[in-house]
């Protein structure tokens, strides 16, 4: 009977001691599944650092805590904010601009950046984006003092639904005291970074359905101007293709952009690892895990970082994005397309990668005569200038060498895919590159296919840097 009392009581101790790791990978078991239901895989790179990632101890009583509903990723999360001044219009908006704010020991960016975001928009932009301002500071007194300088300010944008102020209390926060330290950072950074993780979880928890699309900014940013239109024709230029995020700086949390339909899972996500580490690590690991593998930024960067010191115990913060531009309209506008080339394509410098405005290009082995990369638009359009640029600054003899830029109409069926028929040549490139311009007053039709042909063969490599299409108007119907 004794040894039986030893047995059920070795058996009660480990019940307990097996309770906070079993809850944990229950929490992550059901954010894989959830992840893995909704988009059909999970990258394997990914799947390793997080199953690292969680065996590290988590404090399960606080997840608990947050996720009441744990498998319903895709709901929103149940606060109740307060409306500090604004609200929502019934009309969804094409993009929500979030920005959350706290009171800084030195310095106050905040109205500059609002104020950069309405004078860098026209009237017609304004129309369609709303910004909503998170003031996630638990000192009432300072909200209050803001949410009126702001009122003061910006008085006609909030009338006219523009502009939202809101604040989540402090009760629904997880706890902010005894957390990890993870990388030894120490205990008040943790906590500043942790909370802030919550700030922006709370901030996309509430944009969710207030547009198409969400772009996460800071509190310290300078826009370029009509940067809304230059986004739009990115935007436009990826339909068809797979994304998670855009990036339109390469500074922190700035100029990130996501499908607002994702804004649920984010926010879950932040607030399920806010413990774990910052906010732009955690960005990437949700990227990743929804499949999007690399990086998408564009250049020009649409945003840039103006503030100096930082929210983080006023410290000094002088970082600057060189890729910045204040003026970003001639970004090209690419429309949506299907690309080919019989070029012999090295490793994963693959056709697309030239038409894009990321940084990357297409490189394929020496061509020969004849050899092409085409260009076949989902819709026939109207172009006003192409520009073409081979070869990059430390591989300048991969260039074209001697080719032919044409454009065509009358598209067929092929075994390889739809073709023009019919082609009229607009010029020969000269040094590798090639710029033409007034198009469409040389071009009675609208164009259908670009085409790049190779008119001699060359022993070099080519790499074709970057295809720029701008159009005189929208897709025909």
């Known amino acids: 009977?004794?040894?039986?009392?030893?047995?059920?009581?070795?058996?009660?101790?480990?019940?307990?001691?097996s309770t906070i790791p079993f809850l944990v990978v229950l929490i992550t078991f059901l954010l894989f599944m959830n992840l893995y239901m909704e988009d059909g895989y999970v990258?394997?790179?990914?799947?390793?650092?997080l199953r690292e990632a969680s065996m590290h101890p988590l404090n399960s009583e606080r997840?608990?805590?947050?996720?009441?509903?744990?498998?319903?990723?895709?709901?929103?999360?149940?606060?109740?904010y307060r409306y500090l001044a604004g609200t929502p219009l019934p009309r969804k908006k094409y993009l929500t601009i979030g920005l959350s704010s706290v009171k800084r020991k030195r310095g106050n960016y905040l109205l500059e950046t609002i104020k950069s975001i309405f004078d860098q928009s026209s009237y017609e932009e304004l129309k369609e984006i709303v910004v909503v301002v998170h003031l996630a500071d638990f000192d009432l007194a300072?909200?209050?003092?803001?949410?009126?300088?702001?009122?003061?300010k910006f008085g006609h944008h909030i009338i006219a639904g523009r502009l939202l102020v809101i604040h989540a209390p402090e009760e629904y926060y997880p706890s902010l005291d005894g957390l990890k330290r993870n990388y030894n950072d120490p205990e008040d950074r943790v906590r500043f970074r942790s909370k802030q993780n919550v700030d922006y979880a709370f901030l996309l928890n509430f944009c969710t359905n207030l547009s198409d699309f969400y772009m996460m900014l800071e509190d310290d940013v300078r826009c370029s101007r009509n940067f809304l239109t230059a986004l739009k024709k990115v935007v436009t230029s990826r339909e068809g293709s797979y994304w998670v995020t855009l990036e339109f700086s390469k500074?922190?949390?700035?100029?990130?952009?996501?499908?607002?339909?994702?804004?649920?899972?984010?926010?879950h996500f932040l607030l399920m690892f806010y413990q774990e580490m910052p906010c732009d690590w955690l960005l990437i690991h949700f990227r990743g895990l929804l499949a999007q593998k690399d990086v998408i930024r564009f250049k020009p960067s649409l945003f840039q970082h103006m503030g100096y010191y930082s929210s983080y115990k006023g410290a000094e913060n002088k970082l600057k994005d060189d890729d910045f531009e204040e003026d970003s309209l001639d970004i090209p506008d690419n429309p949506p397309a299907t690309l080919y080339t019989n070029i012999n394509v090295f490793e994963s410098y693959d056709a697309a990668k030239a038409y894009s405005s990321v940084d990357e290009y297409f490189w394929g082995k020496?061509?020969?005569?004849?050899?092409?990369?085409?260009?076949?638009?989902?819709?026939a359009t109207k172009i006003s200038k192409i520009k073409i640029t081979t070869g990059t600054d430390d591989r300048q003899n991969d260039i074209l060498h001697h080719g032919a830029?044409?454009?065509?109409?009358?598209?067929?069926?092929?075994?390889?895919?739809?073709q023009c028929s019919s082609y009229i040549t607009l010029g020969e490139f000269k040094n590798g590159n090639i710029e033409v311009h007034d198009v469409d007053h040389k071009i009675s039709f609208d164009i259908e296919c670009v085409r790049i042909v190779v008119t001699a063969s060359q022993k070099e490599w080519l790499i074709i840097r970057s295809i720029s299409l701008w159009t005189t108007q929208p897709p025909s119907q």
């Open 1 to 17: 009977m004794r040894l039986l009392l030893k047995y059920l009581d070795k058996m009660r101790c480990f019940r307990k001691r």
């Open 63 to 80: 997840y608990v805590h947050t996720f009441k509903d744990i498998t319903n990723f895709s709901g929103t999360i149940n606060v109740t």
């Open 366 to 379: 020496a061509p020969s005569t004849g050899d092409f990369y085409v260009i076949v638009f989902n819709k």
């Open 405 to 418: 830029l044409e454009v065509g109409e009358k598209l067929v069926g092929t075994k390889k895919g739809r």
């Open 142 to 152: 300072w909200c209050e003092s803001l949410v009126q300088e702001i009122s003061r």
């Open 43 to 49: 990258l394997e790179e990914d799947k390793r650092q």
């Open 251 to 267: 500074l922190g949390y700035i100029g990130k952009l996501y499908h607002s339909r994702d804004l649920p899972r984010l926010a």
